[in-house]
């Protein structure tokens, strides 16, 4: 059973490869239902499904062992 | 035999709506896909969907398509739209309304 995912540890993921973004995240159903929110320059001028594949990048391998759902909502500002 | 990417490849070009689902629209098998298939019956349009569960090749090979990690995903026009967060923000900004009125009362071919 892979170790459950705590929401600091995807924010923390996400500001490793993003350093400039704001993130809030928070577990909103068991322990593998999450809600985040990135708000980065960096998304600036990217289609969402652009915005959101850098947020799935970030999380990498975590995202499909852990992550059951997650609610993603991003911008650039 | 083609391959699993050419398979998906023709449907998504094949159809103008395309839900590659978890379970059917009358029985979805996940909230994400639950919500999706409340949005898009909405609007009252044809859409076909594709019930990934029962093949896990089709399951993950959806994903190797769009290069995307999750189900649902949504194609218009043979376009990738997106997932569920997507998907309801389209539909909250009228984004979606504008792409499926070519589609409103035009019953599926």
Known sequence: ?77 | MSTVLEQIDGVVKGNDVVLFMKGTPQMPQCGFSQQVVAILNSYGIPYAAVNVLLDPAIRQGIKDYADWPTIPQLYIQGEFMGGCDIVNEMHANGELETMLKPFQNKENA
């Open chain 1, 1 to 77: 059973m892979t170790e459950a995912i705590r929401p600091e540890m995807l924010e923390k993921l996400v500001l490793e490869a993003m350093p400039d973004a704001k993130v809030k995240v928070r577990c909103y159903s068991g322990d593998d239902h999450f809600e985040m929110e990135v708000i980065s320059p960096a998304f600036e001028g990217k289609s969402r499904i652009a915005q959101h594949k850098m947020v799935y990048a970030a999380l990498g391998d975590n995202m499909r062992a852990a992550v059951h759902a997650l609610a993603l909502k991003t911008s650039a500002s």
